[in-house]
């Protein structure tokens, strides 16, 4: 009997409408884990270099791990994976919610689509069954009439849906998986390539649980955990405002990322910060499966814009990347865009950067009102950042080459557009500034999805004053490394971190619950999957299952072509910031240059990034070299 | 309070007969832990490259590590470490016994020696104090009658004491630290390195006991031990027969090294048997502190030779060594051999392959009566093994010669005898058969000091079965690997069990007690070192202090000149076995210079074998990278 495991992968090929089932063992759960680890090892071995990411031969693969649905806090989560339409780059996007569980629920560990039906369709998949199904009715609605839809017609208001919006349907190349209306597997472009399989849905309902190694064990840590969560400033700070908590420190810090990425904190922050939300419009607050922080806002508006408390709120990404980023205080105008991603289904990230980039290109005559279609795209028009939103999801006017993402719509603009395409491999950057958390900065630069928040860990810039080197010692790390360092200690903190995080979104863990700076402590997380599975792993063999997944991610780039010379940084990133506290930082070239070389060798890497052979059998996966010589 | 060690590390040049103490605090203990972590950062930060072995610049030093002298089994050993005089590479060597706990009580780490005494000392260590004692009336003497003669001066018998021999005296350059006459930190000549220095021998009490944050998991985890060792089979066969258990075994597959490694089983072989040992000359047997198992046997012989019990009995290494690979079964002859040794302070093995290299040159002409002085030095010819090994000892006639070990030796008789010389690195090589266990094979060419048997895990060839695969699984070896194999799944294998055993090194742990192939297994070492320190350790931090000091012995032995063409094997192991079920197995170049290639990879080294610079800072080290540069 197996533990934290169906140890079934469901595999539908919408082409042929055919589905079937992998049944796999210990070694390959132990090996892989989960999420992005299952992800790669199908996308390494099935799917040919060169791939059309929006063609049919792409793989979309649905991953959770041996943790997803144990009745542990931060476990709740799911990976989507594919080609990324964005990038080109492996592409993969993690959401919390319920979905993840429910589909552990009905007897499946993953959901690998390959194909493309003939007309929309989306799966029902309920204890063991599993239906392709009609989508003619939801094809074209917002995300709630879908969800509305599907759960009448199949009577059931329990079911869990993730799908796409109708932004994903146009391909906007980065629509995005969303589940319940308000989680978002946002990044890459998952949802452009659920679309291109004109697949609308994922409806999931499940009535058994998963089986449980040691009970009392889980029940004991998930006991510790609401006993102990509200010690940790952040997360006490999450249970109460939610993730735009840090707008407000992150500006006084200089590291808000403001106006595109040119300065560092924005006047009127408190409009947009956290607080304001929860005074003003917040109308409730959600969780995650099994969680007790329950970070999700729920906001409502109803003038001067219609905000349906259905879509939740923002989360920090979304207020700073519509927000600040955009020069925009007003934070309805911020929620109302938050709200029409959701409805869309859009990565806010993405929206926001490429609404920024189209201000700044305004701004600097690069586009005028008659590419904007007479709108006055000034950074800080609230308004116009409403319409803007609303034009990429339908793919209408500027909004059709902003839904490109800004590396192609800096290509087909031109005028030297490029120099506000703030971008790494094609994928707009998050809203942490790289010149200040240099950590995360190589992060961006090195991250096999291209700029990402969620593929590593954020700096420990709040180990300025060592607070959380105790959380990380039981990996090595024993002594603080400041902030603004790129030097060698700062590449191989961020090396184990990027491990960490890794093996994060292998189990599908939430880093808002866990160490470094969080709740449950990086010994625990192996204790957690122990108690589950029954298993005597280690944080050697989790954090070796975190390398191996991103050497597989890396091998699986090379071979789609890329270099050393896509591991870069937007120039903005090389010129001083111009307002805030941090004004005037900005970061080295040659400094960058060296932690990438340094990079490269810690992880035993060529000097050109390549995996080496002996490399990817130390890892386990000797088999990866094949693929690459291929 | 510190938990586990004393943090501090005493310092005695005995040239100038100054004492002193380093403090250290936990960054300290947990980057380095101990043994041979602790020694290596000493004697890479202080020794000049290209010092001399044998002159007063040595650093001779005695590390205990956070575990030593804690309630718990397998945790006695101490390492003595130096630069070696046999091998002018990184020099170290492990023992049992109590001597190491007693430092610890003693209120010491470690004791690092520096320069040479004007006349022959020893140094008394007692609850703090310390003491350079006169050892005139000692010199010269067998270690008994020098144990004696210092408990009787100090008038104290549970003074422990490591001392040398006459052998160390006299600089043979496998001279051995010994204490309580039979537990040997027996490789690489550290006996000779204290005897350059005048100095005979450190006696140390102790009353108080060390410091332990959880009392009651140090009670727990022995407890469990005891009711667990004797369910492994390897752990029950030491407690009743000791190591010799191993004879019959690796006689009858063929493994047994006989008449220097020709051949790999003896006729005969029942006759230096642990089985015969233990009906017939067993009188006793002895534990390490802390330790059921004891396994140390004690043997009495009267006639021929008279072999006094004092000096416990050979092991496993010492009856192949002076057995088989002499082509001896004549039990009482290779049991006094082995009194000689200790009564003399010489490793049993490097003087029995020294003594079966001379038995082949003299089959070979290359060797004749008038170098043996009439010695009918054939294999099998007990008498004469007897008689060479106390010329060994001290030094005369072809005993002189091979006091220099085999390498040297070889030279010196020239006519080709260095086809006969079984060593890695000047070290003669212990009683594992290579071209059997093909991991143990590279562990000799690759081991920091020179072949040897515990600087990495024996090969897991008990894997054929997958018999001990669920002991590797936390360290990620999720499957077996086959004995004979030497390609890429062996190397990581290797490589991983070699950070294991380097860990244990440093940690000072027994290899006959914890996994892979004993009883404690890889999380529970983790968990000792929590329960003793007060630590949240993982097996993660583990794994990286034994890779970081492979690392830094490496870097040591590159700063002395050390290439990749000394990482390679004595021809015959890449010709075929004469005799014995595994006759005709042998290693091919081929194979052996790809594993070697990816060992270096996967170790993080250049392609010639060279720790990069990144490397080193990966392991939190990054300044050993400059001592290589200089």
Same mark, same amino acid.
């Given at each position: 009997?197996?533990?934290?495991?169906?140890?079934?992968?469901?595999?539908?090929?919408?082409?042929?409408?055919?589905?079937?089932?992998?049944?796999?063992?210990?070694?390959?759960?132990?090996?892989?884990?989960?999420?992005?680890?299952?992800?790669?090892?199908?996308?390494?071995?099935?799917?040919?270099?060169?791939?059309?990411?929006?063609?049919?031969?792409?793989l979309l693969i649905f991953a959770t791990s041996v943790l997803t649905g144990a009745p542990l806090q931060g476990t709740s989560r799911f990976s989507v994976a594919a080609k990324s339409p964005l990038t080109g780059t492996y592409g993969e996007a993690e959401a919390g919610g319920h979905w993840g569980p429910e589909l552990k629920f009905a007897g499946y560990d993953a959901v690998i689509i390959k194909?493309?039906?003939?007309?929309?369709?989306?799966?029902?998949?309920?204890?063991?069954?599993?239906?392709?199904?009609?989508?003619?009715?939801?094809?074209?609605?917002?995300?709630?009439?879908?969800?509305?839809?599907?759960?009448?017609e199949l009577g059931d208001n329990r079911i869990r849906i993730a799908q796409i919006g109708p932004a994903g349907e146009k391909l906007v190349r980065y629509g995005c998986v969303i589940n319940e209306l308000r989680h978002a597997n946002g990044r890459g472009g998952m949802g452009a390539v659920m679309g291109s399989k004109n697949l609308k849905a994922i409806a999931v309902r499940g009535t058994k649980r998963i089986d449980i190694k040691e009970p009392d064990k889980v029940r004991a840590l998930a006991k510790w955990f609401n006993e102990n969560y509200l010690k940790n400033a952040d997360v006490?700070?999450?249970?109460?405002?939610g993730t735009p908590q840090f707008v407000l420190p992150l500006n006084a810090s200089g590291a808000l990322p403001t106006r595109n990425f040119r300065d560092g904190a924005i006047e009127g922050a408190e409009g947009i910060s956290g607080e304001r939300m929860k005074e003003t419009l917040h109308v409730g607050q959600t969780a995650c499966y099994a969680c007790s922080v329950a970070c999700k806002m729920t $906001? #409502? /508006?109803? *003038?001067?814009?219609?905000?349906?408390?259905?879509? +939740?709120?923002?989360?920090? !990404? %979304? =207020?700073?990347?519509?927000?600040?980023?955009?020069?925009v205080t007003d934070l309805k105008a911020v929620v109302k865009a938050n709200e029409i991603c959701n409805a869309y289904g859009m990565d806010s990230i993405s929206t926001g950067v490429s609404i920024a980039f189209a201000m700044e290109c305004f701004?600097?005559?690069?586009?005028?009102?008659?590419?904007?279609?007479?709108?006055?795209?000034?950074?800080?028009?609230?308004?116009?950042? $409403? #319409? /803007?939103? *609303?034009?990429?999801?339908?793919?209408?006017?500027? +909004?059709?080459?902003?839904? !490109? %993402? =800004?590396?192609?719509?800096?290509?087909?603009?031109?005028?030297?557009?490029?120099?506000?395409?703030?971008?790494?491999?094609?994928?707009?950057?998050?809203?942490?500034e790289g010149r200040w958390k240099t950590g995360v900065g190589l992060g961006y630069a090195v991250s096999p999805t291209?700029?990402?928040?969620?593929?590593?860990?954020?700096?420990?810039?709040f180990e300025e004053e060592g607070f959380f080197i105790d959380q990380l010692k039981p990996i090595g790390i024993l002594e603080p490394v400041k902030s603004l360092d790129l030097g060698p200690r700062k590449v191989r903190l961020f090396t184990y971190l990027q491990h960490w995080w890794s093996l994060g979104n292998c189990l599908d863990i939430c880093l808002f619950t866990t160490a470094p700076a969080r709740v449950w402590k990086i010994p625990q997380v192996a204790e957690m999957v122990n108690a589950v599975t029954g298993w005597d792993t280690t944080v050697w063999e989790l954090m070796k299952v975190g390398e191996r997944a991103t050497t597989m991610a890396r091998a699986f780039n090379v071979r789609e072509g890329f270099t050393m010379r896509d591991d870069w940084l937007p120039e903005r990133f090389f010129q001083p910031l111009e307002a805030g506290a941090l004004k005037g930082t900005k970061l080295s070239k040659e400094a960058y240059g060296q932690a990438i070389a340094a990079y490269y060798q810690m992880m035993g890497w060529?000097?050109?990034?390549?995996?080496?052979?002996?490399?990817?059998?130390?890892?386990?996966?000797?088999?990866?070299?094949?693929?690459?010589?291929?």
């Open positions: 009997m197996a533990y934290g495991y169906n140890g079934k992968i469901l595999r539908v090929d919408l082409s042929g409408e055919e589905i079937s089932v992998d049944e796999s063992n210990e070694i390959f759960y132990r090996r892989y884990v989960g999420g992005r680890g299952l992800a790669l090892y199908y996308l390494l071995k099935e799917l040919k270099p060169g791939t059309d990411p929006l063609g049919p031969d792409n194909g493309k039906a003939k007309k929309p369709v989306y799966l029902w998949i309920h204890d063991g069954e599993v239906e392709i199904r009609d989508a003619g009715k939801i094809w074209g609605k917002p995300t709630k009439e879908a969800q509305e839809g599907i759960r009448e006490s700070g999450l249970h109460s405002l $906001v #409502k /508006v109803d *003038e001067p814009f219609k905000v349906d408390p259905a879509y +939740g709120a923002p989360e920090y !990404e %979304g =207020v700073a990347s519509l927000g600040s980023c955009c020069g701004e600097n005559g690069i586009l005028t009102e008659k590419d904007t279609g007479r709108i006055d795209l000034r950074f800080g028009n609230g308004d116009a950042l $409403v #319409k /803007v939103t *609303e034009m990429i999801a339908k793919r209408e006017g500027l +909004g059709d080459v902003l839904a !490109e %993402g =800004v590396k192609w719509a800096a290509e087909r603009i031109g005028g030297g557009a490029e120099r506000f395409a703030m971008h790494v491999k094609g994928k707009e950057i998050p809203m942490h291209g700029a990402d928040h969620v593929q590593m860990e954020h700096d420990p810039c060529d000097e050109t990034g390549v995996p080496t052979k002996a490399k990817l059998e130390e890892l386990d996966v000797g088999w990866v070299a094949d693929k690459l010589e291929k």
